[in-house]
């Protein structure tokens, strides 16, 4: 993919439309501008490309048009890199004048561009990292979140790790924000004893001094968070390191629909914990996974459907106002409202513009097309607010 690009897609049939009805107001002739700024390259990119996907398949399900205006989407690769994420993004701002940024996969991207998109007062609508600053006491009424809070996701394994009475845990996680809040997360709710806490650098793809060292520590569980290609090279280690059938591997975006395309059998049977699932009997659920599938020709991981509902979001704010995105006010509480329907079910904004939401137990199972899906089987927690929301001061 190409660091920057445009995509604007105007249906035939509303460009006539158009042309025969008297000319609007200037301001409703010009495309409402939403830049995409996402990790699209490397070994991380395969979920900026999930999310990506899942997003446009939202807008042009909608015909690239929202509020009686076209949408013209520029998307660019921060190629994991803070100081150029800043860059691109003033370029959104700036030249490009973008009413809307919406992506950003991982959270030392967002950490980097939340102030100089927030303080613009362009709305950022975050489609993956949530980070525990900007969940509390750094929140911004031009900030929302159509993921989840970094805490939460890893609260999940800690819970199933508690309930499941294990009583030696190690934890693995990239040395980063994500990282740490993922420790944070599991920590928060199993009370047995971490007997090792290993973190490695983002990007790491050889694991083979930690596994030695899990091993030696002989726990009754891994809990680990490696994301895109750290996950692939960390499963398929795990498994020549003969662990597998030693240690309980507990996770959190390491395997999914992502790098189950890189990791196959490797993953079977491994547990995980989501928002979402391709099992979940949400209306519209089913559809999505069908349509995404027809579309890109590979099954969708939670990050597409994260970026589906973020697409989903934005129309739905947009026909809110019927396209006047001059009044911000109205614009935010338009977004607040979240009219549309999530495919994970439920959905609704705390106070801090996270979601309120369920989370789930998910395995790798193969299914009979042969695709490789995490499937939710146990629901873990019901309409979740992460604990950060008390220190949002809006």
């Not at 010009?30 to 398949?57: N, Q, R």
């Not at 499963?235 to 591997?249: E, M, T, W």
């Not at 935010?332 to 609704?348: L, P, T, V």
């Amino acid at each position: 993919m190409t660091s920057s690009r445009k995509i604007l897609a105007i249906a035939t049939a509303a460009v006539c439309a158009v042309g025969l009805a008297a000319a609007p107001a200037r301001a409703q002739e010009d495309p409402v501008k939403i830049g995409f700024l996402a990790t699209m390259s490397g070994p991380p990119g395969i979920i900026g490309k999930h999310l990506y996907d899942g997003f446009m398949l939202a807008i042009n399900q909608a015909k690239a048009e929202a509020g009686g205006r076209p949408i013209e989407v520029i998307a660019v690769d921060d190629e994991l890199k803070p100081d150029l994420a800043v860059a691109k993004a003033q370029e959104l701002i700036e030249r490009d004048e973008v009413d809307f940024v919406a992506g950003i996969v991982f959270s030392n991207i967002l950490m980097a561009v939340f102030r100089p998109i927030t303080e613009s007062e362009t709305f950022l609508i975050g489609g993956n990292a949530g980070t525990s600053t900007v969940a509390g006491r750094r929140c911004s009424p031009y900030f929302f979140s159509t993921s989840y809070q970094n805490d939460q996701v890893h609260a999940v394994m800690g819970k199933y790790a508690e309930d499941q009475g294990y009583k030696k845990v190690v934890l693995l996680a990239p040395n980063y924000q994500a990282g740490r809040d993922s420790v944070a997360g599991f920590n928060s709710e199993y009370t047995g004893n971490v007997v090792d806490t290993i973190y490695v650098p983002l990007n790491t793809l050889d694991f083979s001094a930690e596994l030695a060292r899990i091993a030696s520590a002989e726990p009754d569980a891994l809990f680990t968070f490696m994301p895109g290609g750290m996950g692939v090279a960390l499963v398929k280690q795990f498994r020549q390191a003969g662990l597998a059938d030693k240690v309980v591997f507990l996770s959190t975006f390491t395997v999914d629909e992502a790098t189950m395309m890189a990791t196959k059998d490797d993953a079977l049977g491994l547990y995980g914990s989501a928002q979402w699932a391709a099992n979940l009997p949400a209306e519209g659920n089913a559809e999505f996974v069908s349509s995404f599938k027809e579309t890109y020709g590979y099954q969708p991981a939670l990050y597409a459907a994260q970026g589906f509902d973020m697409g989903l979001l934005i129309l739905s704010a947009i026909n809110a106002v019927d396209g006047d995105l001059s009044d911000k006010a109205a614009v935010r509480k338009a977004i607040a409202a979240a009219d549309f329907k999530s495919i994970r079910g439920d959905f609704k904004f705390n106070t801090n513009q996270f979601p309120i939401q369920d989370f789930y137990l998910t395995q790798a199972v193969k299914t009979e097309d042969g695709d490789y899906v995490m499937n939710a089987v146990e629901t873990v927690f019901e309409d979740a607010a992460d604990s950060y929301a008390s220190e949002c001061k809006m």
